[in-house]
């Protein structure tokens, strides 16, 4: 439930920064800010992603 309420407030996040991007020109700012945050979102979804810790590989 709570992967459901951090996406959505991503996506939305993500729409603005779009919005943004082609209601007024573009800022350095703008994009660093807006790659920032799919960074930040990817690594969160590779660290859930990754092995629990004491799980078995066979």
Same mark, same amino acid.
Do not use: C, Q
């Given at each position: 439930?709570? =992967?459901? /309420?951090?996406?959505? %407030?991503?996506?939305?996040?993500?729409? !603005?920064?779009?919005?943004? *991007?082609? &209601?007024?020109? #573009?800022? =350095?700012? /703008?994009?660093?800010? %807006?790659?920032?945050?799919?960074?930040? !979102?990817?690594?969160?979804? *590779?660290? &859930?992603?990754? #092995?629990?810790?004491?799980?078995?590989?066979?």
């Amino acid at each position: 439930m709570a =992967a459901i /309420g951090i996406s959505v %407030a991503l996506l939305a996040m993500l729409v !603005a920064y779009g919005y943004a *991007l082609t &209601a007024g020109p #573009a800022s =350095a700012a /703008g994009v660093v800010a %807006a790659a920032a945050v799919v960074g930040i !979102a990817g690594t969160g979804l *590779l660290f &859930a992603w990754r #092995a629990v810790t004491g799980a078995s590989f066979d």
